[in-house]
């Protein structure tokens, strides 16, 4: 009916349980309990996490395939793990899962008198963030829900792609896609009109009809130094080949870039580049542009 049709349009995104992400077992000797799966069952060692002053437990993990389980042992009683050791004995205390969208589901859980232990936590290090929440199921059981999905990097579409021709090609290069592929030149530097001094290349670009494929290509031109990124880039590849290819974004800072001053960096790039050219090469080079 147009009733339902317009109640599905209006539906809010809804949270979905992905996968299984691991198992967490309560046992007494963790360290006995995880050998138990690596010498027997195929499972191989997979992390260690030692008790500190703060985290009186010890917590071994192992791994087969996607299967991921997790041993933690109290290492003084009287904590909540020992509680539910002495009430239990060995168990499985957590079943995790693999979530999209962790506030839609942590939402729809309080919604429908779920219990939330621990409320969305994030938690960084070298490797990442981590987003997840703890419920409260049956009997002293719990589901982490883990969100392990990367952030949008909005990188959009392939802006340009850039090549390095070897000495004398970059023409040829320019007119074989011309002749065979109906593209056209886009803008083209050259070292004599005096825009790329410290360059020292000669380039080139050409595009599509609808201006939506652009490719650079640059080859060797004299300048004010002694050599140029094309001619090394040529000798190292062994051929002409791409340099680059070029993302396209409308937010860098946001792009896994991070915030950053980048007026530093470009400025130190260029105190570098004007200090590696000795100053009677310079005047040689303007010599011979003169004459």
């Excluded at 500190?52 to 009683?77: C, G, M």
């Excluded at 079943?95 to 994030?122: C, H, M, N, Y």
């Excluded at 000495?167 to 004599?192: A, I, P, Q």
């Excluded at 590849?237 to 070029?246: D, K, P």
Aim: aromatic fraction near 8%; charged fraction near 30%.
């Amino acid at each position: 009916s147009n009733m339902t049709k317009g109640k599905s349009c209006q539906k809010r995104a809804e949270g979905r349980v992905l996968n299984f992400d691991h198992i967490v077992f309560r046992v007494a000797n963790a360290k006995t309990a995880s050998s138990y799966f690596t010498t027997r069952l195929g499972f191989r060692p997979l992390a260690v996490r030692e008790a500190t002053e703060n985290r009186a437990v010890q917590s071994y993990a192992v791994r087969s395939n996607q299967i991921t389980l997790i041993f933690e042992s109290p290492t003084s009683n009287g904590g909540e793990i020992s509680k539910d050791l002495i009430a239990h004995g060995d168990f499985v205390k957590d079943v995790a899962f693999e979530v999209q969208d962790l506030d839609e589901l942590v939402r729809k859980a309080k919604e429908g008198g779920a219990e939330v232990i621990k409320g969305v936590t994030e938690e960084k290090d070298k490797h990442g963030v981590l987003r997840y929440a703890v419920l409260r199921t049956y009997g002293d059981n719990t589901h982490t829900l883990i969100d392990r999905s990367k952030p949008a990097t909005n990188l959009m579409f392939i802006d340009h792609v850039e090549g390095n021709m070897a000495d004398g090609t970059l023409e040829d290069s320019v007119t074989w896609y011309e002749k065979n592929l109906n593209m056209h030149r886009f803008w083209c530097v050259d070292y004599k009109h005096d825009l790329v001094p410290y360059s020292c290349i000669n380039s080139a670009s050409v595009i599509n009809r609808d201006e939506n494929v652009l490719l650079s290509m640059n080859e060797a031109a004299k300048g004010l130094r002694p050599t140029s990124k094309a001619t090394e880039f040529v000798k190292a590849l062994g051929t002409s080949g791409v340099e680059h290819i070029a993302l396209y974004t409308d937010d860098i800072v946001a792009t896994g870039f991070g915030a950053m001053n980048y007026k530093w960096v470009f400025e130190a790039i260029e105190r570098l580049e004007n200090k590696e050219i000795k100053n009677d090469n310079t005047e040689e080079v303007k010599k011979n542009d003169a004459a």
